[in-house]
């Protein structure tokens, strides 16, 4: 059996790469997911996939994203999407991006706290995640699941998991302050109440809970949001949408930074085998399909483009077993020294 840690980043409706991806692995009876670290919709489908593992095993998992994704717009009245159908992702993501209503609702969320709604204020993801067996996501068996959020006061990151994991914990992990009201959740290490946001300003998704000594070697990271962009940003529209891709891409390269620097210090024999967990980076991702995507596919689940994305998610995955399955356990398959040369 071939044990793997999973770190499923946020990124919004993207995140229906991930679950492409996990339906992929599924198929994969050799493979044991260990544990799972996620932010925002890495969370939601982290907790899906455990919720499902733990209830009835691999089709448990597969029904349990398959339902979270439905509740996410995937599926519903599909004729209303219809004229999409035959177009490309990146034509159907500027037809989003550029239309009246995205524009109009982009603007207001600049202007406009989620505080000044009052009582007309609602979550539209809490009756999404209210769904999951909380009794499942946090039992001891099943893969091992962390949710990543940020505090608001301390700007710091905190990572829930076992019976921390609630609604509340992954709605804050979800937590766009633009869009959402912070959620507020007793903090026994500063015993008080604190007011979170989402995960990917300070981890997207957290790498070191996966550093135990009781866990695999390897992290494969799902990852959702370009790294690189060769073309520099000229409207507004693209400016803000690579000002987020950085923003939540900064957080994984300072952990992937350190652990290349670690890895570095062992080869040199400046650090003792055994001083510091050995870790094998992979990762699992589609750079051209999302270069081609926007902000506005992130925050509008348009039923084809997750139905696109799910497709993507299973053939990056297809890809990477493909090419890379031999090297689990092994050694890593994303060269650190180069990315940070």
Wanted: charged share 20%; glycine share 8%; with cysteine.
């Amino acid at each position: 059996m071939i044990r793997i840690n999973l770190a499923l980043q946020g990124g919004g409706a993207h995140g229906a790469f991930t679950w492409g991806v996990l339906d992929r692995l599924l198929d994969e009876e050799d493979i044991e997911v260990a544990a799972i670290t996620g932010t925002s919709a890495g969370a939601l489908n982290g907790a899906a996939f455990k919720s499902g593992m733990v209830h009835s095993g691999r089709e448990g998992a597969r029904a349990q994203l398959d339902g979270l994704w439905r509740r996410m717009g995937a599926i519903g009245d599909m004729r209303i999407a219809n004229w999409f159908r035959g177009l490309e992702p990146a034509a159907i993501a500027q037809a989003m991006e550029y239309s009246v209503p995205f524009s109009i609702g982009d603007a207001w969320s600049r202007m406009v706290s989620p505080y000044a709604y009052g009582p007309f204020y609602s979550n539209p993801l809490e009756p999404v995640v209210d769904r999951f067996n909380f009794a499942e996501v946090c039992a001891d068996s099943g893969p091992r699941l962390f949710v990543c959020a940020t505090c608001v006061r301390s700007g710091k990151i905190r990572v829930f998991t076992g019976e921390e994991v609630s609604t509340d914990a992954i709605l804050a992990s979800a937590c766009l302050p633009t869009l959402f009201k912070a959620v507020e959740i007793f903090d026994p290490k500063t015993n008080r109440i604190e007011a979170y946001w989402d995960g990917g300003y300070t981890g997207n998704p957290a790498l070191y809970p996966l550093f135990n000594t009781d866990l695999p070697d390897d992290v494969v990271i799902v990852n959702i949001n370009p790294l690189e962009r060769d073309a520099v940003p000229v409207t507004p529209q693209q400016i803000q949408n690579r000002i987020n891709e950085i923003s939540f891409n900064s957080s994984l390269f300072r952990e992937l930074r350190a652990i290349s620097f670690v890895q570095r210090l062992l080869k040199e024999g400046k650090l003792k085998a055994g001083d510091m967990s050995r870790v094998l980076v992979h990762m699992i991702a589609d750079n051209e399909l999302m270069s081609s995507l926007s902000v506005a596919t992130k925050t509008v689940p348009n039923p084809v483009i997750l139905h696109k994305l799910k497709q993507a998610g299973r053939a990056a995955a297809d890809r990477f077993l493909a090419k890379h399955k031999s090297d689990l356990g092994l050694t890593s398959t994303v060269d650190l020294p180069a990315m940070f040369g």
